[in-house]
C-alpha cells in the first residue's frame, strides 16, 4: 500500500497527536538497563513506595466476595459518598454524589472533563510548565492551546494580571496544577482567590488539577472550589488515589463538579470505558476513607529527599532550582549550559542535555521542554535517598565538565 493511502487510514485527529519528546530518551535508558548499565532514574512519575497493604486487602477481599461485575458507569456509591466526606473534612467543601465521577486515572478525569466541556475552536489557557498530556487532550478534541509563560520570579506561577491579558470571547476553560508537575510549585489561598475574581469576572471554567494535594511539605493544600460560590460553579476539581497512596496502576481517579458537567461525563464514560474495575474502586474506598498514617510516612520521606536533591542541585555549578512546595520533583534550570561541549558533543537544549547526561553518567531525566519550558529539566525525587546521592554526584562530574 502506498504511503500516502496508509496515511489516510489514520484519522486528522489521531495523526494530530504528537508523539512523547522523551520517546528516545526513554529508549536509550531502556537499553542501557538492558545491556547491565546502572542507570538511575530521575524520570519516573509515580511513587517508590508499594501499594499500603490494607488498601491492597480491600481489592483482594472484594474479589473473594465476588464483586467482579459491572458497576454503574460512574462508579460505586459507597465510594462517591467516602469522597462527599473527603472533600466536607479537608476541603471544606460541600457536594453530593451527584457532583462526583469515578474514571480510570487522573489521566482519564482530565480528558472526560475536557470532553464534557469543549467545542471545536474553544480556548484553553494553560501555564508553562504544564503537565505534558493538557495540550494534546484540548488539540485532539478541536481546542486551542493558550500559553502563559510564567516566571521564575512569580516562583513559575501565573499571575492574574498575566491571566487576564490572553482572555479572549473564545476562551472556555483554564487550567490550573496546584502542586504542580512538573515544578512542584503550590499556590496560596491569596494567590487562588486573585485567579479566582478574574474566573468568575470572565465567566470562564477552571480544571483545578490536584492530584498532589496530599503532598505539599509547606502550609495547607487549599482548593480553588473552596473560595466562594462563584468560584465552585466553574470549577472542576481532578483528584485520584494514584500519587498520594501509591495507588498508580490501580487506575482510579475522580472528578468534583456541577452536577450537568457529571451527568455529561458519566454519559461519555458510558459510550466508552464504562465503569473502572471494580476491585480498584474498593480498594480506592479504604485509601480514602482508612488511615492516613501511612501517606504522612511517606510524605516525610519526600521531604527528606527534597532537601537533599533541592541543596545538591543548587550547589552545582551553572543550574539554579527553586524549592518545590509539593509533589515529588525538582525542576532545575540548566539553560547556562546551552552552547558547552561535553564528551557527546556540544549541548544545544534540554533534550540534548538530558540525551548526553544518560550516556554519560547515566542518569535518566526528562526535559523541560516535554513541559512546554526550554531551559528545564525535571527530577524526581520518588527514589531512594541512595540513588539521589549518587545522582547528584554524576551530575556534578557532567557539570564540571563542560567546556
Known sequence: MAEKEKTR????????????????????????????????GMSAGEPDFDTPESIKQAGIQSILDGKTKYTPASGIMDLKDAIVTKLKQENQLDYTSDNIIISCGGKHSLFNAKMALLNPGDEVIIPTPYWVSYPSQVEVLGGSCVYIETKEENQLKVTPQELEAVITPKTKLFIL??????????YSREELAALAAVIVKHD?????????????YDGDHVSIASLGDEIKDRTIIVNGVSKAYSMTGWRIGYTVADARIIKAMSNIQSHSTSNP?????????????????VVA????????????????LNDLPGVSCIE?????????????????RCESGVIQDAVTFCEYLLKEQLVATVPGSAFGAEGYIRLSYATSMDQIQEALKRLSVFMNGLT
Open 277 to 293: 474495575a471494580q476491585a480498584s474502586q474498593w480498594a480506592s474506598l479504604e485509601a480514602v476513607r482508612g488511615s492516613q498514617e
Open 9 to 40: 487510514l489514520i484519522s486528522e485527529r489521531a495523526l494530530g497527536i504528537k508523539a512523547s519528546i522523551t520517546m528516545s530518551i526513554t529508549a536509550m535508558a531502556n537499553q542501557l538497563k538492558k545491556e547491565g548499565k546502572p542507570v538511575i
Open 297 to 312: 510516612k511517606m510524605k516525610q520521606s519526600f521531604q527528606e529527599r527534597r532537601q537533599a536533591l533541592i541543596e545538591g
Open 204 to 216: 470562564i471554567y477552571v480544571i483545578s488539577d490536584e492530584l498532589y494535594e496530599k503532598l505539599i
Open 324 to 340: 518545590p512546595k509539593g509533589a515529588f520533583y525538582a525542576f532545575p534550570n540548566i539553560s547556562s549550559s546551552f552552547g558547552k
Open 177 to 186: 496544577n496546584s502542586p504542580s508537575n512538573p515544578s512542584g510549585m503550590v
